[in-house]
């Protein structure tokens, strides 16, 4: 099995043991990203919506450092601790991705990480390359 390790200055970094994705064959394994910016680590807002655009701007710099772009994800799992904001991250994905959409998930957790409001990880396939 032919495995590599992503990683980007232009996501945060893993605060954890875990890399930011794990590409296989033409398979990329997004791990899941926090609203952090880049550069300071720090949550951008306590506002959702500009959490989730932190969110998928993060999964666009781990998907683009893989050698793809972000609408080649195949599966989206969304994590969110109030369902309720669920229109908004429907508004929000229309902004980054276009028809056909990626298969999804969205899953309502009681907490994440540092306090923020949505996490967003998923699977993305590189185009063919032959």
């Known amino acids: 099995m032919n495995k590599s390790f992503i990683s980007t200055d232009n996501a945060p970094a893993a605060i954890g043991t875990y890399s930011q994705a794990v590409k ?3 398979a990329v394994y997004l791990s899941g990203q926090i609203p952090l910016v880049p550069e300071t680590m720090d949550v951008i807002s306590e506002d959702f919506t500009e959490q989730t655009h932190q969110v998928f701007k993060n999964l666009t710099a781990v998907c ?3 050698g793809g772009q972000i609408q080649d994800m195949v599966k989206v799992n969304i994590f969110l601790t109030d369902l309720s ?3 908004i991250v429907n508004e929000v994905m229309s902004q980054y991705f276009k028809q056909p959409y990626p298969a999804r998930a969205a899953i309502g957790v009681r907490a994440l990480p540092k306090g923020v409001q949505v996490e967003i990880d998923g699977i993305m396939e590189l185009p063919s390359t032959n």
Request: charged fraction near 0%; charge should be neutral.
């Open 85 to 87: 904001n669920f229109a």
């Open 24 to 26: 296989v064959g033409t």
């Open 64 to 66: 683009q450092a893989a």
